[in-house]
């Protein structure tokens, strides 16, 4: 078993930033892709940005590419999410999930650990 544990969201004013965490616990030795999710209120939950367990391939949604950058540390096993430029739009809970994988799933049905979520504010 893994637990995940996020933290570092906040309220930030538009175009300013936040760095959320994702902290492992657990059985951490074996390899896992690790991505973020944000669920929005009225509205489903939707991939973010997701990185290979080596940390070597990173993808991200369409929205926040070039904005966010997602890293981890494997020595802390920790990955993390840079986000820069935010936007109201970008107010929602964000959660990361992990899955033993070489691949970098983008769908939620794909991972098997999931944090409690951090929330993120964006104000106009």
């Known amino acids: 078993q893994v637990q995940l544990a996020e933290s570092g969201g906040g309220l930030v004013q538009a175009g300013g930033s936040l760095r959320l965490s994702c902290a492992a616990s657990?059985?951490?030795?074996?390899?896992?892709?690790v991505a973020w999710f944000r669920q929005a209120p009225g509205k489903e939950r939707e991939f973010v940005a997701v990185?290979?367990?080596?940390?070597?391939?990173?993808y991200y949604a369409g929205s926040v590419k070039g904005r966010f950058t997602i890293s981890r540390d494997n020595a802390k096993n920790t990955v993390y999410l840079q986000m820069n430029g935010l936007k109201p739009e970008d107010t929602a809970l964000y959660y990361c999930?992990?899955?033993?994988?070489?691949?970098?799933?983008?769908?939620?049905?794909?991972?098997?650990?999931w944090g409690q979520g951090t929330q993120v504010t964006v104000s106009s």
């Open positions: 999930a992990g899955r033993s994988t070489v691949t970098m799933p983008t769908i939620q049905r794909a991972y098997d650990y």
């Open positions: 657990g059985r951490t030795g074996v390899n896992y892709a």
């Open positions: 990185i290979s367990w080596s940390g070597g391939n990173t």
